[in-house]
Protein backbone atom coordinates (compact mmCIF):
# COMPACT_ATOMS: atom_id res chain seq x y z
CA UNK A 1 0.00 0.00 0.00
CA UNK A 2 1.07 3.22 -0.45
CA UNK A 3 -0.16 6.47 1.24
CA UNK A 4 -0.33 9.85 0.01
CA UNK A 5 -0.45 12.91 2.11
CA UNK A 6 -1.51 16.53 0.09
CA UNK A 7 -0.45 20.11 1.60
CA UNK A 8 -0.42 23.77 0.34
CA UNK A 9 -4.11 24.46 -0.65
CA UNK A 10 -6.00 27.04 0.46
CA UNK A 11 -7.42 30.58 -0.72
CA UNK A 12 -6.12 32.77 -3.46
CA UNK A 13 -6.48 35.68 -5.56
CA UNK A 14 -7.07 35.37 -9.34
CA UNK A 15 -3.31 36.15 -10.77
CA UNK A 16 -1.80 34.60 -7.82
CA UNK A 17 0.41 31.66 -6.94
CA UNK A 18 -0.13 28.52 -4.69
CA UNK A 19 2.05 25.67 -4.50
CA UNK A 20 1.17 22.10 -3.54
CA UNK A 21 2.75 19.33 -2.24
CA UNK A 22 2.00 15.48 -1.81
CA UNK A 23 4.30 13.21 0.30
CA UNK A 24 4.35 9.28 -0.51
CA UNK A 25 5.25 6.86 2.00
CA UNK A 26 4.62 2.91 2.36
CA UNK A 27 5.65 0.67 -0.43
CA UNK A 28 6.80 3.79 -2.21
CA UNK A 29 9.24 1.41 -4.56
CA UNK A 30 6.25 0.43 -6.19
CA UNK A 31 5.32 3.92 -7.86
CA UNK A 32 6.22 4.76 -11.51
CA UNK A 33 4.26 7.71 -11.92
CA UNK A 34 2.63 10.52 -10.30
CA UNK A 35 0.52 13.44 -10.58
CA UNK A 36 -2.15 16.12 -9.37
CA UNK A 37 -6.60 15.73 -10.58
CA UNK A 38 -8.60 18.19 -9.33
CA UNK A 39 -12.34 17.92 -9.35
CA UNK A 40 -14.80 21.07 -9.15
CA UNK A 41 -18.51 20.93 -7.49
CA UNK A 42 -21.09 18.58 -10.36
CA UNK A 43 -18.07 17.86 -12.12
CA UNK A 44 -15.97 15.06 -12.74
CA UNK A 45 -12.19 14.23 -11.76
CA UNK A 46 -9.59 15.48 -14.40
CA UNK A 47 -5.88 15.73 -15.10
CA UNK A 48 -4.28 18.46 -14.22
CA UNK A 49 -0.60 17.20 -14.54
CA UNK A 50 0.95 13.84 -14.53
CA UNK A 51 5.32 12.99 -14.54
CA UNK A 52 5.81 9.40 -15.54
CA UNK A 53 9.67 8.86 -16.49
CA UNK A 54 10.29 12.23 -16.53
CA UNK A 55 8.27 13.10 -19.17
CA UNK A 56 5.12 15.75 -18.15
CA UNK A 57 1.88 15.72 -19.09
CA UNK A 58 -1.28 19.00 -18.61
CA UNK A 59 -4.52 19.00 -18.49
CA UNK A 60 -5.16 22.05 -21.51
CA UNK A 61 -6.74 23.99 -18.95
CA UNK A 62 -3.39 24.61 -17.30
CA UNK A 63 -0.75 24.27 -19.95
CA UNK A 64 1.57 27.09 -19.42
CA UNK A 65 0.47 28.38 -15.75
CA UNK A 66 0.90 24.83 -13.42
CA UNK A 67 3.96 23.26 -13.53
CA UNK A 68 4.80 19.57 -12.07
CA UNK A 69 7.90 18.52 -10.31
CA UNK A 70 8.97 15.79 -8.50
CA UNK A 71 11.77 15.03 -6.14
CA UNK A 72 12.64 11.08 -5.64
CA UNK A 73 14.70 11.45 -2.71
CA UNK A 74 11.85 12.84 -0.79
CA UNK A 75 8.94 11.01 -2.17
CA UNK A 76 7.31 13.98 -3.40
CA UNK A 77 6.10 15.63 -5.84
CA UNK A 78 4.82 19.22 -6.14
CA UNK A 79 2.58 21.52 -8.28
CA UNK A 80 3.21 25.22 -8.85
CA UNK A 81 0.11 27.23 -10.08
CA UNK A 82 0.77 30.53 -11.13
CA UNK A 83 -1.79 33.25 -12.65
CA UNK A 84 -5.07 31.46 -11.30
CA UNK A 85 -8.45 31.81 -12.27
CA UNK A 86 -11.56 31.67 -11.02
CA UNK A 87 -12.35 28.22 -12.82
CA UNK A 88 -8.69 26.16 -10.88
CA UNK A 89 -11.36 26.42 -7.93
CA UNK A 90 -11.33 22.46 -7.01
CA UNK A 91 -10.44 20.04 -4.84
CA UNK A 92 -7.54 19.02 -5.72
CA UNK A 93 -6.19 15.10 -5.27
CA UNK A 94 -2.40 13.74 -5.26
CA UNK A 95 -2.45 10.74 -7.72
CA UNK A 96 0.04 7.48 -7.71
CA UNK A 97 0.45 5.03 -9.80
CA UNK A 98 2.11 1.38 -8.97
CA UNK A 99 3.05 -1.81 -10.02
CA UNK A 100 1.68 -4.44 -7.59
CA UNK A 101 1.32 -7.15 -10.72
CA UNK A 102 -1.00 -4.79 -12.12
CA UNK A 103 -1.48 -1.20 -12.24
CA UNK A 104 -2.82 -0.11 -9.38
CA UNK A 105 -4.05 3.92 -8.20
CA UNK A 106 -3.30 5.75 -5.26
CA UNK A 107 -4.78 8.47 -3.99
CA UNK A 108 -4.93 11.19 -1.47
CA UNK A 109 -7.33 12.97 0.80
CA UNK A 110 -7.94 15.94 -1.47
CA UNK A 111 -6.64 19.53 -0.58
CA UNK A 112 -9.00 22.54 -1.33
CA UNK A 113 -8.12 25.00 -3.75
CA UNK A 114 -10.21 28.42 -3.58
CA UNK A 115 -9.58 31.55 -6.21
CA UNK A 116 -11.93 34.06 -4.95
CA UNK A 117 -11.60 37.95 -4.81
Known amino acids: QVQLAESGGGLAQPGESLRLSCTASGKIFDIFGMGWFRQAPGKQRELVARIQSGITTYGDSVKGRFFISRDNAKNAVYLQMNDLKREDTAVYYC????????????WGRGTQVTVSS
Open 95 to 106: NAKGDAGVTVDY
